[in-house]
């Protein structure tokens, strides 16, 4: 990576509160002088606890998703603004468990990431392919696809509060992993779309992570490579000695 890196642990839905902060304590002296910037996203109702023990420290605290509406009838959902108005910093947006499981389009990641910068918050955007479109050939356009529709209507500046995670959905909690060249040939594809809506400059200024069963083992390989500005860490994040392995990795 030429770029600061940004290593985000993506706990899913993991973790009861009294185990969030076993866990979340058990991180903090490990990456205490990390070079890379480190990020917990965290069920939401572990939110509480993990901001708590991360008070003055260098972990920022992330949510998981977030609705586009900021109040209303839409039971079970939490707003971008509920999120803000604790100290949460970055949300994830787009995940594909979230596309596959949940009904997530890329219109409504859209929505929330409108929501998620009105609130002031940081995204963390997750694109990526199946196995299947990867077969078909279609990986290029469909990144650039989820890339263009995700940030319609976000500015340039507030690129600078985006972060896009590419995560090849056949290398989500399976164990692949993606080839050093082909995560990198993707986030080149990804910096390449930025580019061409925004500006070069935009583009070259954007963390683009890797995600997908990112772990110690393959951690400096992949963030060695220029496009790979980081990691969204799934399985890996609530081990704290691989976490802090691969930001150790990332420094
Ligand atoms: C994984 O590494 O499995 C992830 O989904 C990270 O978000």
Not at 45 to 62: F, H, P
Not at 165 to 171: D, F, S
Not at 188 to 206: C, E, G, L, P, Q
Not at 224 to 241: H, M, N, R, T
């Amino acid at each position: 990576a030429i770029r600061k890196a940004v290593i985000a642990g993506n706990w899913k839905m993991n973790k009861t509160p009294a185990e969030a902060k076993t866990l979340i304590e058990s991180i903090k002296p490990l990456v205490k002088s990390a070079g890379c910037d480190v990020v917990c996203c965290v069920p939401y109702v572990d939110l509480s606890v993990v901001l708590e023990a991360a008070k003055g420290t260098n972990i920022g605290v992330g949510a998981e998703n977030c609705h586009w509406e900021k109040s209303g009838a839409f039971t079970g959902e939490v707003s971008a603004e509920m999120l803000a108005s604790m100290g949460v910093k970055y949300v994830i947006i787009g995940h594909s468990e979230r596309r596959q499981y949940f009904g997530e389009t890329n219109e409504t990641v859209n929505k929330r990431i409108r929501a998620a910068l009105d609130a002031g918050l940081t995204v963390i955007l997750c694109v990526g392919e199946s196995l299947e479109q990867r077969e078909q050939g279609v990986t290029s356009e469909l990144v650039a696809l989820q890339t263009k529709i995700a940030l319609g209507g976000v500015s340039k500046e507030e690129l600078s509060r985006i972060i896009i995670a590419y995560e090849p959905i056949w290398a989500i909690g399976t164990g692949k992993t993606a080839t050093n060249e082909q995560a990198n040939e993707v986030c080149k594809t990804i910096r390449d779309t930025v580019a061409a809506v925004y500006d070069k400059a935009a583009a070259d200024a954007m963390t683009i992570q890797y995600g997908g069963s990112m772990k110690p083992g393959n951690a400096a390989e992949l963030l060695a490579k220029p496009d790979v500005d980081g990691g969204l860490i799934g399985g890996a994040s609530l081990k704290p000695e691989d976490f802090a392995a691969i930001v150790k990795a990332a420094t």
